[in-house]
């Protein structure tokens, strides 16, 4: 793992920081593009494997299959609908514990951790009624 980030990994963490939402890849490099900055796709790609592999960026994937990205500031618990891919936040629950044992039983630096539970959301289960 690199100790010293460089400039386009700097960058892509810069945009992380700077908004608490979720980037895909696409987002990022749009982002770039935005703000007139010159860095490609494949680029963004790189640096997202570089942060993520040192603990620096957090990934999810969407029901999608899409990959979105954040700043693992806090753990991420997400209920994810199948049928329309809205994706609500959960409040933390039981597996902070667990986590703490993984890390002290298979002495395993943990960086972060997701939970995401799949089923169908408030609104789509009314349109099936």
Do not use: W
Not at 99 to 113: R, S
């Amino acid at each position: 793992m690199p100790e010293k980030l460089t400039p386009n990994q700097r960058r892509v963490l810069e945009v992380l920081f700077s908004t608490p939402q979720e980037f895909s890849a696409q987002d990022l490099h749009k982002e770039f593009k935005k703000q007139q900055q010159r860095v490609g796709l494949a680029t963004v790609y790189r640096a997202l494997k570089v942060l993520q592999k040192c603990g620096k960026v957090h990934t999810r994937l969407l029901q999608n299959g899409e990959a979105v990205y954040s700043i693992p500031s806090a753990h991420q618990h997400h209920l994810t609908c199948v049928s329309c891919g809205s994706s609500m936040p959960l409040m933390n629950g039981p597996v902070h514990e667990l986590e703490k044992e993984l890390a002290q039983t298979q002495k395993f630096q943990v960086f972060y951790h997701t939970l995401e539970v799949f089923g169908l959301c408030q609104n789509c289960i009314e349109a099936k009624v």
